[in-house]
């Protein structure tokens, strides 16, 4: 079946405008993750989506970072005012509620902000 | 302290050598612990999962320590295709179902 898909795949911006990203889930997955890669940097969580319940936020950097998941499926992260700093790849990941199971990552996308 | 702690390397080593990467966690109710890798702008992918009684696929071998807090990671024969970043990932059932990524370990294999 179809993986995690994000899209754009790249985006150049300029600094000081919105950028929206956004994330598909794999069909029934409950659990969402965003996290962020910076160039030759490790992977930096940003937020997290279980079913229902409500998303834990406590990785996002500045009040200008949101995130969404409607339905319980389709997530977009809100980047306002972007800055040079947020420049980036944005990943998604899900996985199947319950213990053991793995996150599969979408391809990500690349953030410019010039 | 962060959740997940591994040594950055990078490893370079020739091919057909054997390689072990280690990686230590700090919440001991962590339950389940993974091995991923990413090759250089791509996005990660499971390698393997770590049991509680180790577990080999081909020519790695995964194990887990819970006492000492501790999962190591060993590549037999090493080839050049391995050459990737390893990230050490640690699952909290209890905090949701939150994963936990080391910063990754590079390894270069050198023909």
Redesign the interface.
């Known amino acids: 079946g179809a993986g995690v898909s994000q899209s754009p795949s790249n985006k150049v911006t300029e600094k000081g405008k919105d950028v929206e990203l956004r994330c598909d889930p794999i069909s029934g997955h409950t659990a969402l993750y965003w996290y962020r890669q910076s160039l030759g940097q490790g992977l930096e969580f940003l937020i997290y989506f279980q079913g229902n319940s409500a998303p834990d936020k406590s990785g996002l950097p500045s009040d200008r970072f949101s995130a969404e998941r409607t339905g319980g499926s389709v997530s977009t992260l809100t980047i306002q005012r972007t800055q040079q700093e947020d420049s980036a790849v944005y990943l998604c990941a899900s996985s199947p509620r319950g213990q053991g199971t793995e996150a599969f990552f979408g391809q990500g996308t690349r953030l410019t902000v010039v | 302290r962060k959740e997940v702690e591994q040594d950055p390397g990078p490893f370079n080593v020739p091919e057909g050598a054997t390689v072990a990467f280690n990686c230590t966690y700090s919440n001991s109710a962590s339950?389940?612990f993974?091995w991923y890798r990413q090759d250089c702008r791509?996005?990660?992918?499971?390698l393997m999962?770590v049991y509680s009684s180790g577990n080999e696929d081909g020519r790695f071998t995964a194990q887990l320590n819970r006492a000492s807090q501790y999962i190591s990671l060993l590549i037999r024969d090493s080839k050049l295709s391995d050459s990737a970043t390893y990230?050490c990932?640690v699952?909290k059932?209890f905090s949701?179902?939150?994963?936990?990524?080391?910063?990754?370990t590079s390894l270069t294999v050198i023909p």
Not at chain 2, 42 to 46: F, G, S, V, W, Y
Not at chain 2, 96 to 104: A, H, L, P, R, S
């Open positions: 339950q389940s993974f791509k996005e990660p992918k499971l999962s990230l990932v699952n059932r949701g179902n939150q994963f936990y990524f080391g910063t990754g």
